[in-house]
C-alpha cells in the first residue's frame, strides 16, 4: 500500500482560521486546486469564482468546518483544569432573645436595661453572611484518555475540512458540466435554427417540383415532414437551454446579469483538447478528498477505541476548593478568614465496567467501519480514474473523427454551392450538403462538449489538477 494511504497521528487541535474557500491555496494539503484554468477559459473562470463566493453548499461546509473545529478545542480543553468561582450571601434573622441576645441577657443587657436606657432592643436581629470561594479539579491523564480523546476530535475536524473540499470540488463540477451545458446548447439552438430554416427552403422548392410534375409526392412530404420535426424540435431545445442556465444560476448562487451578457455562444476548441498523461501517479491521487477524509475518519475512530479502553483503567482525580466566610465583606481577604480543602481520590471504575466494555465494543465496530470506509473510498478512487483516462481517450478519438466529418462536410458543401452556381449541379444536391453540414458540426459541437467533460470528470476523479 502506498504511504499516503496509511493512516497517521491525528495533529493537535489549534485554532488556525478556516481558509476563504475561494483561495486557490484553501486546499488543505497546500496544493493549488485551481485546475480550471487548465480549460484557459476566462468565462468559466468568472463563473466558477462566482460559485465559490455565493453558493450555499460551500457556505454550509465551511460553517461545518467551523463547528467542528470549535468542538475539537472543546476536548482539547478537557485536558486542563477547571476552576469555578462561587460567590454568595446568606441573611438570617434570628430572635432577639436566643443566640447573642440571650448572651447579653445573661450579663445583664437585656431589653429592659436598653429601655432604662431610653433605647428599644429590637425584635429580631439580622445575620448577614457573605462567602466567595474557588473549587477547582483536575485528571491526572495517566492513561492517555484526555489525550487520544483530543487527538481524535482534531482529526474529525481535518475530515471536516476535507468534506468541505468534497463539497467544493462537486459544485465546481457540476457548475463547469452545467456552463458546458449551456454553451453548447447555445450553439445547437444555432445550428438548429439554421437546419430549420434550410428545411423550410428545401420544403418550398420540394413543393414548386411537386406542383410542377417534376417530383414524385413521397419526395416532398419525405422533405416536409423533416422541415417539421426541425421546427418541432428547436422549442424543446430551446426549454432545454432554460433548464440548464436556472440550474447555473442555483448553483452560483442567484442570477447574475453580468455573467449572463458574457456567456459564450459556442465551446472554444484547443487548447484544453491537448492530451494528458497516460496515467496518474498516487502523489497526484493524494488530493483526493474523500480518500483524505476517510483516513482522517479512521485515525479517530483508532483514537476513540484507545480513549474507551483508558476508560477501564482508573483515573486519578484531584479536587479541591479555597475560600472565605465572613459576616461583613470587608473582612474578606483577612488571612485568617481562609479556609482550605485538597483532596485526591482514586475512582475505580469496576462497578461500570460492563458499561465500559460495552463502549470499547462500540468504538472498535466503528473502526472497523471507518477501515472498510477508507478501503472503499480508495478503491472508488483507483477505478474512477482509470475510467477518466479511459474516457477522455475515447472522447478525443470521437473528436477527432468528428472534425475531419466536419471538414469533409463542408468541402463538400462549398463545392456542391459552385457547382450549383456553375449550372452543372441541381438546387437539391445543394441543399441536402449544406443540411450535411451542419449536422457534421452539431457532431463536431458535441464532441467538444465530451472531451470538456470528460477532462472534467479526470479533474474531479483526482480532486483537482492531474498535472505533477
Known amino acids: 500500500m502506498p504511504t499516503w ?246 448553483l452560483v448562487g442567484d442570477y447574475r446579469a453580468d455573467l449572463a451578457a458574457i456567456l459564450p455562444e459556442a465551446l472554444p476548441a484547443a487548447p484544453w483538447q491537448s492530451p494528458v498523461p497516460s496515467e496518474v501517479a498516487a502523489d497526484v491521487l493524494v488530493q483526493r478528498p474523500d480518500v483524505r477524509g476517510a483516513q482522517e475518519r479512521v485515525t479517530a475512530a483508532r483514537l476513540t477505541v484507545g480513549t474507551r479502553k483508558a476508560e477501564l483503567f482508573p483515573a486519578l482525580s484531584l479536587s479541591g476548593s479555597i475560600g472565605l466566610t465572613s459576616a461583613e465583606s470587608g473582612t474578606w481577604f483577612e488571612p485568617d478568614q481562609w479556609f482550605r480543602n485538597l483532596t485526591a481520590n482514586v475512582l475505580s471504575p469496576v462497578l461500570q465496567r460492563g458499561r465500559l466494555l460495552g463502549n470499547v465494543d462500540v468504538a472498535e465496530a466503528e473502526l472497523a467501519a471507518a477501515v472498510a470506509g477508507y478501503g472503499r473510498s480508495v478503491l472508488t478512487a483507483t477505478h474512477e480514474v482509470e475510467s477518466a483516462l479511459a474516457g477522455l481517450r475515447a472522447s478525443y478519438d470521437r473528436l477527432e473523427l468528428f472534425a475531419s466529418h466536419k471538414e469533409a462536410a463542408r468541402a463538400e458543401a462549398l463545392l456542391r454551392q459552385r457547382r450549383y452556381a456553375s449550372g452543372l449541379d441541381d438546387y437539391v444536391a445543394t441543399l441536402h450538403a449544406s443540411r450535411l453540414a451542419l449536422t457534421a458540426e452539431s457532431n463536431h459541437a458535441g464532441g467538444l462538449r465530451e472531451v470538456a467533460l470528460a477532462r472534467l470528470a479526470l479533474h474531479h476523479a483526482v480532486g483537482g489538477t492531474f498535472r505533477q
Open 5 to 250: 494511504l496509511v493512516p497517521r497521528e491525528a495533529p493537535t487541535p489549534d485554532a488556525a482560521p478556516v481558509e476563504s474557500a475561494t483561495s486557490p491555496s484553501a486546499h488543505p494539503s497546500g496544493a493549488a486546486t485551481a485546475w480550471w484554468q487548465e480549460f484557459d477559459d476566462p468565462v468559466l473562470s468568472q463563473v466558477l469564482s462566482a460559485a465559490l463566493e455565493s453558493n450555499f453548499d460551500i457556505q454550509e461546509g465551511i460553517a461545518r468546518v467551523h463547528q467542528a473545529r470549535a468542538q475539537a478545542r472543546v476536548a482539547s480543553s478537557a485536558r486542563l483544569p477547571a476552576v469555578r468561582p462561587l460567590v454568595g450571601q446568606e441573611d438570617v434573622r434570628a430572635p432577639a432573645n436566643t443566640g447573642l441576645g440571650a448572651q447579653l441577657d445573661e450579663f445583664g443587657l437585656g431589653p429592659d436595661t436598653f429601655e432604662q436606657l431610653g433605647f428599644r432592643a429590637p425584635e429580631r436581629i439580622d445575620l448577614p453572611t457573605y462567602s466567595v470561594a474557588a473549587g477547582f479539579s483536575y485528571t491526572v491523564d495517566v492513561w492517555g484518555r484526555d489525550r487520544q480523546a483530543a487527538g481524535a476530535a482534531g482529526a474529525r475536524s481535518e475530515a471536516a475540512k476535507w468534506d468541505l473540499q468534497a463539497v467544493r470540488m462537486g459544485v465546481l463540477t457540476e457548475t463547469a458540466a452545467t456552463y458546458l451545458e449551456v454553451v453548447d446548447l447555445r450553439h445547437q439552438v444555432h445550428l438548429a435554427t439554421k437546419t430549420s430554416t434550410l428545411l423550410q427552403e428545401w420544403e418550398r422548392h420540394a413543393k414548386g417540383q411537386y406542383v410542377g410534375g417534376l417530383a414524385d409526392a413521397h419526395s416532398f412530404y419525405s422533405v416536409q415532414q423533416a422541415a417539421r420535426n426541425a421546427k418541432t424540435e428547436l422549442p424543446r431545445m430551446e426549454a432545454r437551454l432554460a433548464d440548464a442556465e436556472a440550474r447555473l444560476w442555483v
